[in-house]
């Protein structure tokens, strides 16, 4: 699912994203609680009803947005026990706490069938003892996510039992359709630990206790070197049982997906295929998609030999300047199906800075990733 930060894919419209095979957007809590806010959101229904979006959303905590905040500049806030303190007006004078129940309320608010629990993002560089207190905390504070939906779902369920009630009284006079029952959102609690086993392990195994719908791969999938972990990769999806998804947060590359959609991930979110299109990087197939098998991912996931399918270019540098073919030519995405837009054509837009660059780039980028997750669900 591409990420939709703040309710949009940039430069897309929902009608663009459905044209693409997309059903799932990642929307982000934290942002969208300044932008347009719990109140305005309620009032409109959801966050769905607002972007007029048919599709499915998930809804991203708002834990690794405020962790990357006040690591940066520590003067914005401090996490606690109690959640997330922040510090807000000119002189960081106003005090406020956003706690996991929050975070749970506010994507009810939002409307996503996917809802991540806060967790305690650890640091990269944690030392044994902070590891310990996020991995405990993140438990904690998962427990009382859990606890906040389960109240929130029981309040939801009577007010639309009180509504189905009225529909069939009033059915009773004229006949009309009852409303379809909303489906049941699902909670998703990331598993936290760095790279060190013993903790997740130990995140994973309370995790599982406290009950779950879906599992997340938390925290940051590189080793030592910062290499992208795929054994971390392995070790945590082994901790969780195959019958519940596992889902790969802020994963990732094509390669990336394929690794781990055959270690039985099978949701993906990353802001690569957007962001990269928007600073000119386009992703390519080398081979047709449509004749590619998963298996045939799957030999050359364990052979690493990837790039003999996946690769990429910079669209902006000068041999595409008088390149009159389309971007690639295994994608059917609008942009490369019409081949009025091609390389060079493409390549000008950027260098005029035309704001169609970047959606004619985006369109290309999603439906590649698209294409992927395709040939693996055949
Ligand atoms: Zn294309």
Redesign the pocket.
């Known amino acids: 699912m591409p990420d939709a930060t703040l309710g949009v894919v940039r430069s897309l419209s929902p009608e663009d994203l459905q044209s693409l095979g997309l059903e799932w957007l990642m929307v982000n809590t934290f942002h969208l609680m300044n932008q347009p806010g719990e109140l305005a959101l309620k009032k409109i229904g959801n966050l769905k009803k607002l972007m007029n979006w048919p599709g499915f959303l998930a809804s991203d905590s708002g834990g690794f947005q405020l962790y990357s905040l006040i690591h940066k500049n520590p003067h914005l806030g401090k996490i606690t026990d109690d959640g997330v303190v922040l510090y807000t007006g000119p002189k960081k004078q106003k005090k406020s706490l956003f706690t996991p129940e929050e975070s749970i309320r506010l994507q009810f608010a939002i409307g996503s069938d996917i809802k991540i629990v806060l967790d305690d993002f650890s640091p990269p560089d944690a030392d044994e003892a902070r590891l310990e207190k996020s991995v405990k905390r993140t438990i904690a504070w998962a427990k009382r996510a859990k606890a906040e939906f389960e109240k929130e779902l029981q309040a939801r369920q009577k007010k639309a039992q009180q509504k189905q009630n009225r529909q069939l009284r009033q059915q009773e006079k004229q006949t009309r359709s009852l409303s379809p029952a909303q489906p049941r959102p699902l909670l998703l609690a990331p598993i936290q630990g760095l790279n060190h086993q013993k903790w997740r392990r130990y995140c994973a195994d309370a995790l599982l206790e406290i009950g779950f719908d879906m599992y997340g791969l938390g925290g940051w999938p590189l080793d030592k070197q910062g290499q992208f972990d795929y054994q971390l990769c392995q070790f945590n999806a082994e901790l969780t049982p195959n019958k519940q998804p596992r889902f790969a947060l802020g994963v990732g590359s094509l390669e990336n997906i394929v690794q781990l959609f055959f270690m039985g991930y099978q949701f993906f979110d990353c802001v690569l295929p957007t962001r990269d299109a928007r600073h000119e990087r386009l992703y390519i197939f080398k081979t047709n998609p449509q004749e590619l098998r998963a298996q045939d991912l799957k030999d050359l996931a364990e052979k690493n030999q990837l790039e003999k399918v996946f690769d990429y270019l910079y669209i902006g540098q000068g041999r595409y300047q008088h390149d009159l073919s389309?971007?690639?030519e295994h994608?059917?995405?609008?942009?490369?199906?019409n081949t009025q837009i091609n390389r060079a054509y493409l390549r000008h837009l950027f260098q005029v800075k035309d704001s169609s660059a970047w959606r004619l780039a985006t369109?290309?980028n999603l439906?590649?990733f698209q294409l992927l997750i395709e040939v693996l669900r055949r």
Do not use: V
């Open positions: 389309a971007i690639n994608c059917d995405c609008p942009i490369c199906r369109l290309h439906r590649t």
